[in-house]
């Protein structure tokens, strides 16, 4: 690799807003604001809207969505202007 090029890899913390959840990993990402963890260091932190804590999937809050009863209705909407077009 070229020197001077690359972004600093560092360590971050990503934190998400509605589950609270915080995790350190490294990334080239950058922030103005900073978190103290509970090992001492200071470490730049980055809010996301979703991830493990609060997405629907893992939390068990998935709904299942009708598919069957919009195909239907997609038939009833479609499926005779289609028809008259062909023949």
């Given amino acids: 690799m070229k020197p001077g090029i690359h972004p600093a890899y560092r360590p971050v913390v990503f934190r998400d807003r509605v589950g609270g959840l915080t995790f350190l990993t490294r990334s080239t ?10 090992d ?7 809010d996301v809207e979703i991830s493990s ?14 598919t069957a009863g919009r195909v ?15 023949g």
């Fill in 29 to 38: 990402v950058t922030s103005d604001r900073t978190i103290e963890r509970e």
């Fill in 40 to 46: 001492g260091n200071t470490y730049p932190v980055i």
């Fill in 53 to 66: 804590a609060s997405h629907p999937f893992y939390t068990g809050q998935s709904r299942v969505l009708d």
């Fill in 72 to 86: 239907e209705r997609f038939e009833r909407r479609y499926g005779a202007a289609a028809a008259r077009r062909k």
